[in-house]
T-cell receptor
């Protein structure tokens, strides 16, 4: 079963605009990661945020984590056409007996950035 | 190597044939994972190794699927008697340790005809 669910399923914006994608999950976690899957199908790691962190930045990316609401958001500022891709959140699950490092992915958000 | 390397990138096989997919993780990475991804879905966990020990194989769909990592580096995912429903992208990933960032390879596209 998939623990993480991204919202919206699809997002279409103009270059220069900001894109915000959300992720909700069900169980306690150790960390949450965001990945990008481009048209070439490669899955690229973007950022990891630990359960004791609330916000993290990397270049034009800003990730927030609210463990009380079991949700995370990914903000891409000043978007570019090259940001067009599917974005996935992935959580591990802090469950007794669960494999540390085993990730649960959602179905992803398809972001399209128009020039 | 610089990244996780998988081969073959594309494989078309006839139903009933066995296939072997290879993964070469990032040098020095202890943990190695296999995932499967269907179109329009996120990757789903198959199995996981620390060094050569298979720690979790609960995601393998059935006993036609097996994986090994005999020397704690390269891993092979084997699918016996392939069926059309096995068609998917098979992704390998590795991490320095179980709680560290997980890096994925480009994947192996398997099509069973």
């Amino acid at each position: 079963s998939q623990q993480g669910e991204e919202d919206p399923q699809a997002l279409s914006i103009q270059e220069g605009e900001n894109a915000t994608m959300n992720c909700s999950y069900k169980t306690s976690i150790n960390n949450l990661q965001w990945y990008r899957q481009n048209s070439g199908r490669g899955l690229v790691h973007l950022i990891l945020i630990r359960s004791n962190e609330r916000e993290k930045h990397s270049g034009r990316l800003r990730v927030t984590l609210d463990t009380s609401k079991k949700s995370s958001s990914l903000l891409i500022t000043a978007s570019r056409a090259a940001d067009t891709a599917s974005y996935f959140c992935a959580t591990d699950a802090r469950l007794r007996g669960s494999t540390l490092g085993r990730l649960y992915f959602g179905r992803g958000t398809q972001l399209t950035v128009w020039p | 190597g610089a990244g996780v390397s998988q081969s073959p990138r594309y494989k078309v096989t006839k139903r009933g044939q066995d296939v072997a997919l290879r993964c070469d993780p990032i040098s020095g990475h202890v943990s190695l994972y296999w995932y499967r991804q269907a179109l329009g879905q996120g990757p789903e966990f198959l199995t996981y190794f620390n060094y050569e020990a298979q720690q979790d194989k609960s995601g393998l769909p059935n006993d036609r699927f097996s994986a090994e990592r005999p020397e704690g580096s390269i891993s092979t995912l084997t699918i016996q008697r392939t069926e059309q429903r096995d068609s998917a992208m098979y992704r390998c990933a590795s991490s320095f340790s179980p709680s560290a960032t997980i890096y994925f390879g480009e994947g192996s596209w398997l099509t069973v005809v």
